[in-house]
């Protein structure tokens, strides 16, 4: 990068533009989008997922997924905090086992943002503390067989978690091998 100004921020996201260049010894742009890094929550209750539903605005429509998001403000947050805190906002769950499963890259081609994989464990049931822009949001308890058919229906549509919900398997098949 030869050098760098920011274009556009909010309170959730920059957009900045680098000047660069290629390997090639040529100039170029690059546009990124610099977003603080987010935690995704699978909750798992024996055969059931808790998922939450929102709209979406770019999208223009409402999406069932996993509970994720970010610190406000931009701020940075220890990911497995922030996972608790995303669970308890989203959906008023409390976790007495978070684990790790691994990391997402949202869009690496324009977007620095990644993302922590965990699964919640040992659920109780409190109150949702949700942020104004979560006021319409919605969640549901639903079997796995539920979550693969709303995904092969395309009514789950959410990369992150798509992805997720395949590190929960490499994880389980993982625990499974190391059983025997």
């Not at 610190?71 to 409390?94: F, H, Q, S, Y």
């Not at 499963?101 to 869009?107: C, N, P, S």
């Given at each position: 990068m030869l050098s760098s100004r920011e274009v556009y921020r909010n309170a959730w996201m920059t957009v900045r533009e680098d000047d660069i260049r290629r390997p090639d010894g040529s100039a170029g742009i690059y546009g990124v989008v610099d977003k603080p890094n987010y935690a995704l929550v699978i909750p798992l209750d024996g055969d059931r997922l808790h998922l939450v539903e929102q709209f979406r605005y770019p999208l223009g429509l409402r999406r069932w997924?996993?509970?994720?998001?970010?610190?406000?403000?931009?701020?940075?947050?220890?990911?497995?905090?922030?996972?608790?805190?995303?669970?308890?906002?989203?959906?008023?769950?409390?976790?007495?086992?978070?684990v790790e499963?691994?990391?997402?890259?949202?869009?690496p081609g324009m977007a620095s943002q990644r993302g922590t994989v965990?699964?919640?464990?040992?659920?109780?049931?409190?109150?949702?503390?949700?942020?104004?822009?979560?006021?319409?949001?919605?969640?549901?308890?639903?079997t796995r067989a539920e979550f693969e058919a709303m995904i092969a229906r395309g009514e789950i549509t959410d990369a992150q978690s798509v992805a997720a919900y395949t590190l929960l398997l490499l994880h389980e098949a993982r625990q499974s091998r190391s059983a025997t």
């Open positions: 997924e996993f509970c994720q998001g970010t610190a406000p403000g931009l701020a940075d947050m220890e990911a497995k905090a922030l996972a608790a805190r995303e669970l308890r906002e989203e959906t008023g769950l409390r976790a007495s086992e978070l499963l691994g990391v997402l890259d949202v869009a965990f699964l919640a464990t040992g659920l109780t049931e409190g109150h949702a503390e949700r942020e104004v822009e979560e006021q319409d949001m919605r969640t549901a308890w639903f």
